[in-house]
C-alpha cells in the first residue's frame, strides 16, 4: 500500500518537475542558468526517489 502511494506521489512530482522544465525552456528560449537549475531539481528529485524506494 505504502510502496503505491510513494510511487505515484513521486509520479506526480517528476511530472511537475518535467512541466516546469518544459514551460522554462519554451519561456526563457534557451536560458541556460534556468536550464541549468532545472536540471539540478530533477537530479535531485530522482535522487530522493532512489533513496526512498531504497530505505522502503
Do not use: T
Not at 8 to 21: D, E, K, S
Amino acid at each position: 500500500f505504502y510502496f503505491i502511494f510513494y510511487f505515484f506521489f513521486y509520479l506526480l512530482l517528476f511530472l511537475i518537475m518535467l512541466l516546469m522544465f518544459l514551460y522554462e525552456f519554451i519561456l526563457f528560449n534557451y536560458n541556460f542558468f534556468l536550464y541549468n537549475y532545472v536540471l539540478v531539481l530533477v537530479v535531485l528529485v530522482d535522487v530522493v526517489l532512489l533513496l526512498s524506494f531504497y530505505f522502503i
